[in-house]
Every structure is written in C-alpha cells, then in structure tokens.
C-alpha cells in the first residue's frame, strides 16, 4: 500500500510559478509510474503529467511547454513544476501511482493516489 501526500498548492496570479511536491510511503516508489491529474469544478479529472521509473516524462497538451514534472527516487517524491500559470489551471491537483511501465495518461491505471492541492490562478 502506498500513501501519497501532495503540498505546495496556493493562490497565485496569472503568470506565476508553483512547485508541487508529492511525498510517497510504504511502498517501493521507484517501481511505480507516477503521475499528476488535476480537477476543476465541474470538470472530469484531467491528465496532467507522468513520469516513469526511469525517468521519460510525458505531458497533456494543455500543459506542455509550461509544467514540468520530475521525481526523487532517494527522497521517495514527485514534483511538478508549474510556470506561465493561466486561469484555467485552477484545479485540485493529484498524484498518483501507478504499477507497471507504461506511460500511463487514464487515471485507471494508477492504483494509488493523494487527497489533493488546490492551486488557484487569478486573473
């Protein structure tokens, strides 16, 4: 079983950067492929960026060029670095966990998963 917490959400005008953290325990975090999903009001939730155990990132195209996702395998955490932040990024942010070595973009391939950040863009 793995816990995920996130931290690092906040409010931020247009333009800003936050940096997103998501500490793992109680399992094997390099074995996973870890992700960030996102949801806004009213919306489904949303592929946000992936990283794989051996590093390869992967990114949804609302947020490619801006975001930047990496992990720590020594300190068990996953970043995702968020710059150019617009309106439209206002979500609560999820990490989550995934088995296997795929480059996961479902949220049904990832088993495990946090409660979740609120980042809030003003305009």
């Known amino acids: 079983q793995v816990q995920l917490v996130e931290s690092g959400g906040g409010l931020v005008q247009a333009g800003d950067s936050l940096r997103l953290s998501c500490a793992a325990s109680?399992?094997?975090?390099?074995?996973?492929?870890m992700g960030w999903f996102r949801q806004a009001p009213g919306k489904e939730r949303e592929f946000v960026a992936g990283?794989?155990?051996?590093?390869?990132?992967y990114y949804g195209d609302s947020v490619k060029g801006r975001f930047t996702i990496s992990r720590d395998n020594a300190k068990n955490t996953v970043f995702l670095q968020m710059n150019s932040l617009k309106p439209e990024d206002t979500a609560v942010y999820y990490c989550?966990?995934?088995?296997?070595?795929?480059?996961?973009?479902?949220?049904?391939?990832?088993?495990?998963w946090g409660q979740g950040t609120q980042v809030t863009v003003s305009s």
């Open positions: 989550a966990a995934a088995p296997g070595w795929g480059l996961f973009r479902s949220e049904l391939s990832y088993k495990f």
């Open positions: 109680g399992g094997t975090f390099s074995s996973y492929v």
């Open positions: 990283t794989r155990r051996d590093g390869i990132t």
